[in-house]
């Protein structure tokens, strides 16, 4: 199932949100006034620190962490890569469950 995650357009933020048994946290950081990168926990337990947010590639690289599903963002005007100013209409969110 696919679950699209709301966000604000702030440059920095945070949020938590439960699917299934999992209590996810995300933390969204903007640097250079245009790159997001993404912190992700699962239950309390780190899965990605950091992480570089690009159109359409998982956040979560491996299948061994502690995490059911995986988040990415995506485009839904082309193919560029996200930025906060247009989260939530252009640039989505997106959490699948596995």
């Known amino acids: 199932m696919l679950h699209i995650i ?3 357009q702030t440059p920095n933020q945070s949020l938590s949100f439960n699917i299934g048994t999992q209590s996810i946290h995300l ?3 903007t640097r250079n006034d245009k790159q997001l990168f ?3 926990q699962a239950n309390n337990q780190l899965i990605v620190a950091n992480r570089i947010c690009l159109d359409a590639v998982p956040l ?3 299948d061994y962490l502690p995490i ?3 988040l ?3 485009d839904i005007q082309g ?3 996200p ?3 247009e989260l939530g209409s252009r640039f989505v969110l997106v959490y699948s469950e596995k």
């Open 6 to 8: 709301p966000l604000q």
């Open 27 to 29: 933390t969204l950081v």
């Open 38 to 40: 993404a912190t992700v």
């Open 60 to 62: 979560i690289s491996v």
């Open 68 to 70: 059911v599903g995986n």
């Open 72 to 74: 990415a963002f995506f």
């Open 79 to 81: 193919k560029e890569n």
């Open 83 to 85: 930025n906060y100013k």
